[in-house]
């Protein structure tokens, strides 16, 4: 039992050296890239977590992010899945969660949620409708999605990285498209959601996301308006 418990804290001795080291070689090589839209979105996920305070919460799309630690922080119990198999082609390792490998739009989830959390994320999954489905079905009665995504009221892009306005030119091996009210219809048409609120914001000049001149901070507008991301709160009924 004592060589046990030796060798487990030396592996863990080990394991906590190279993380802070890790750590540290971030800290001191980062640089300024600019703002970007995870402060709008979380702002607006939080927001809506402080009115509804629910027990269990699904984050669809995690990534490496640390959103599910933070969330689990406030006291959520929360579960984070991640298409990892298809969508990470190097793999992926989330260093702040636990993830479960599972794609969204053919899930293998059995359990249900009183909140889902999709953020900046549908936008990559080819059979959106399908994945919209899946969380509607993955929530409890009354439950909530919570979904941002690139977004232009009157007309959907299938990809906007191909646009020849968009100012990101890198061969990505994923879509990233815009969607529009029509899909937001289809949404509504295939799972009988209720939206709640929707918020438009603008981050760049032209139509698109990532098209035109990039503002010097991001603006809420209404949809009448220019705007390249929406943010949104959907109901299940009960």
Same mark, same amino acid.
């Given at each position: 039992?004592?060589?046990?418990?030796?060798?487990?804290?030396?592996?863990?001795?080990?394991?906590?050296?190279?993380?802070?080291?890790?750590?540290?070689?971030?800290?001191?090589?980062?640089?300024?890239?600019?703002?970007?839209?995870?402060?709008?979105?979380?702002?607006?996920?939080?927001?809506?977590?402080?009115?509804?305070?629910?027990?269990?919460?699904?984050?669809?799309?995690?990534?490496?992010?640390?959103?599910?630690?933070?969330?689990?922080?406030?006291?959520?119990?929360?579960?984070?899945?991640?298409?990892?198999?298809?969508?990470?082609t190097n793999g992926m390792v989330?260093?702040?969660?636990?993830?479960?490998?599972?794609?969204?739009?053919?899930?293998?989830?059995?359990?249900?949620?009183?909140?889902?959390?999709?953020?900046?994320?549908?936008?990559?999954?080819?059979?959106?409708?399908?994945?919209?489905?899946?969380?509607?079905?993955?929530?409890?009665?009354?439950?909530?999605?919570?979904?941002?995504?690139?977004?232009?009221?009157?007309?959907?892009?299938?990809?906007?990285?191909?646009?020849?306005?968009?100012?990101?030119?890198?061969?990505?091996?994923?879509?990233? *498209?815009? #969607?529009?009210? +029509?899909?937001?219809?289809?949404?509504?048409?295939? @799972?009988?959601? $209720?939206?709640?609120?929707? !918020?438009?914001? *603008?981050? #760049?000049?032209? +139509?698109?996301?990532?098209?035109?001149?990039?503002? @010097?901070?991001? $603006?809420?507008?209404?949809? !009448?308006?220019?705007?390249?991301?929406?943010?949104?709160?959907?109901?299940?009924?009960?």
């Amino acid at each position: 039992m004592n060589i046990t418990r030796t060798i487990k804290s030396l592996i863990n001795s080990a394991g906590l050296i190279y993380a802070k080291k890790i750590c540290a070689r971030e800290y001191n090589s980062q640089t300024y890239m600019g703002f970007n839209e995870r402060a709008i979105e979380f702002s607006f996920l939080f927001t809506q977590l402080t009115k509804l305070w629910p027990k269990t919460i699904l984050d669809v799309g995690t990534g490496m992010t640390a959103l599910p630690h933070m969330m689990r922080n406030c006291g959520f119990h929360v579960t984070a899945i991640d298409n990892i198999k298809d969508y990470w082609t190097n793999g992926m390792v989330n260093r702040h969660y636990h993830i479960i490998d599972d794609d969204i739009s053919n899930t293998k989830l059995t359990d249900t949620y009183d909140v889902i959390t999709c953020i900046s994320v549908l936008e990559h999954i080819n059979d959106h409708r399908a994945a919209m489905m899946s969380m509607y079905r993955l929530l409890n009665p009354g439950g909530h999605l919570i979904l941002t995504c690139p977004y232009t009221e009157t007309e959907y892009v299938n990809n906007v990285y191909t646009l020849p306005e968009s100012s990101v030119h890198e061969d990505f091996p994923f879509i990233t *498209q815009s #969607f529009s009210r +029509n899909e937001v219809d289809n949404w509504l048409i295939d @799972s009988p959601f $209720n939206l709640i609120e929707q !918020e438009y914001w *603008q981050f #760049f000049e032209g +139509n698109y996301w990532t098209c035109g001149e990039k503002l @010097s901070a991001p $603006n809420q507008v209404k949809k !009448e308006n220019t705007h390249q991301l929406s943010c949104m709160l959907f109901a299940k009924n009960q």
